[in-house]
């Protein structure tokens, strides 16, 4: 009798979140996430140009506690804008192609807004400019995707808006709404807030409501939310990050086994597993990672919703009696990214920003660098005659490594080359040329006619 009034008042309950919902949405379409090409044009505003990355996402996110460190907080424009474009500069250079940059850390704003009140970690005084189209601009100067980082719930520490609530939700559809209209940002991410985690002051407020009933009121934002921004303009893309633990995202209403079965929800969804692989439970060491890792890309039922995986780079260097891979290893973040590929997923993102920088992470950091990777070369092979030279070009990435290669023939009688990338053909034939450095390597087959 009990199972039976609780699955009566669940349904009113969805009947009346649905019916009393203010802002109606069609389900739009999921599109692929990381286009081939990227658009121009939109449902909105034509000649609009789209810069997700092209298959692998490599992300990082810049919190709102790196606002102050970084120059960016209680700034002039001139300044701003400077310190914007280095710290952009700093996230392409490290092999990044999308930023998560936090952009309501706390029922706040780091656009100019009618609303919601300016971050006191962006600013304390009026701003004569807009930060978010400072950061939005320079981001796609270096061809970065910009996807804005929302809380939509927190309000501070101790204090969340009440997830129950029609006027909580619309607050949240305000400042979406404020963000996809006026700034041509590339997506919008959803942080693993949602409701109060049991160490939150507010726990006890919310604890009588089911994970059932938790999950509906934030289905219907989520869902809410996705159609208000494919109405607009269906390039933008819809993301969240949620909890590494699943069982733990369902405690609090994040639904992340529907997320990730059925369209409509959201286009990718990035959990944070922010473990070793050397985690103790008990006397045991355990693969975390390695099981986190398996258990998420099971839950991907649908081709429409990108997996890409959060890593901790926060963590690396770091002492940690139940994690001690961190410490133990300086290859925990290389080996992962390995690992993610090897999954065939859609890429990693890096939490933080300010953790590539760090004493404690510079080791992983090395190590993750030369684990991605590449060099590329700027040249012409094709109608390559006896007794010519051209030269040929090296570009290391990520670019914050050092652009020293060496260059070798395969064969010296066909083609010989000098140390500077100056290929010198000497007969017809067939011959190969490496660039090389103690990262990477890249060959091209020369054919000399």
């Known amino acids: 009798m009990k199972k039976m009034i609780c699955y009566v008042m669940i349904f009113a309950l969805v009947i009346s979140l649905y019916s009393g ?15 081939s090409d990227a658009f121009s044009g939109s449902n909105n505003r034509p000649g609009r140009t789209y810069y997700n990355p092209t298959g692998e996402m490599r992300g990082v996110w810049v919190c709102f506690y790196d606002f102050d460190k970084y120059h960016l907080k209680n700034k002039s424009e001139t300044q701003f804008r400077l310190n914007a474009d280095k710290m952009m500069k ?28 300016m971050s006191s970690y962006i600013a304390t005084k009026r701003l004569s400019y807009d930060p978010l189209s400072i950061l939005v601009e320079r981001a796609h100067k ?18 969340i808006l009440n997830p129950t ?34 160490s939150h002051k507010q726990y006890k407020k919310y604890k009588g409501i089911s994970k059932t009933v938790k999950k509906i009121y934030v289905n219907n934002m989520v869902k809410r939310v996705r159609g208000v921004i494919k109405n607009f303009d269906s390039n933008i893309k819809f993301g969240i990050s949620p909890a590494g633990n699943v069982e733990l995202c369902e405690s609090i209403g994040a639904d992340v086994k529907t997320w990730m079965a059925n369209d409509g929800y959201v286009d990718y969804i990035i959990p944070q597993i ?18 986190r890792l398996k258990q998420w890309k099971k839950l991907r039922k649908t081709p429409n919703v990108k997996l890409v995986i959060g890593l901790g780079v926060y963590k690396t260097g770091i002492y940690d009696s139940l994690d001690r891979g961190w410490k133990k290893s300086s290859k925990n973040i290389a080996n992962q990214i390995k690992k993610t590929r090897k999954a065939k997923l859609n890429g990693y993102s890096l939490f933080a920003f300010d953790n590539l920088f760090l004493k404690s992470s510079k080791k992983e950091v090395k190590n993750m660098l030369k684990a991605i990777a590449k060099i590329s070369l700027i040249c012409n092979p094709i109608g390559f005659k006896a007794g010519t030279r051209r030269a040929f070009k090296a570009s290391v990435w990520p670019y914050v490594l050092t652009q020293r290669v060496t260059w070798k023939s395969s064969n010296k009688s066909v083609a010989k080359v000098t140390k500077k990338g100056i290929v010198v053909a000497k007969k017809a034939g067939v011959c190969t040329i490496t660039a090389k450095n103690k990262y990477t390597k890249k060959k091209i087959k020369l054919v000399i006619q």
């Open 142 to 159: 270096y061809k970065l995707a910009f996807h804005a980082w929302f809380n939509p719930y927190r309000v501070t520490q101790k204090k």
């Open 274 to 291: 922010y473990w070793s692989d050397t985690y103790r439970v008990g006397k045991k060491n355990v693969k975390m990672f390695s099981k």
């Open 165 to 198: 609530l029609q006027s909580t939700q619309d607050r949240i559809v305000k400042a979406v709404n404020e963000v996809i209209q006026e700034y041509d940002v590339d997506g919008i991410q959803f942080d693993d807030y949602f409701f109060p985690y049991s």
């Open 21 to 35: 919902e203010s802002i109606g949405y069609r389900e739009a379409k999921a599109l692929t996430i990381f286009d």
């Open 90 to 117: 700093k996230i392409r250079n490290n092999g990044c192609n999308t930023v998560f940059f936090h952009v309501r850390s706390f029922d706040d704003a780091v656009w100019q807004s009618d609303t919601f009140k």
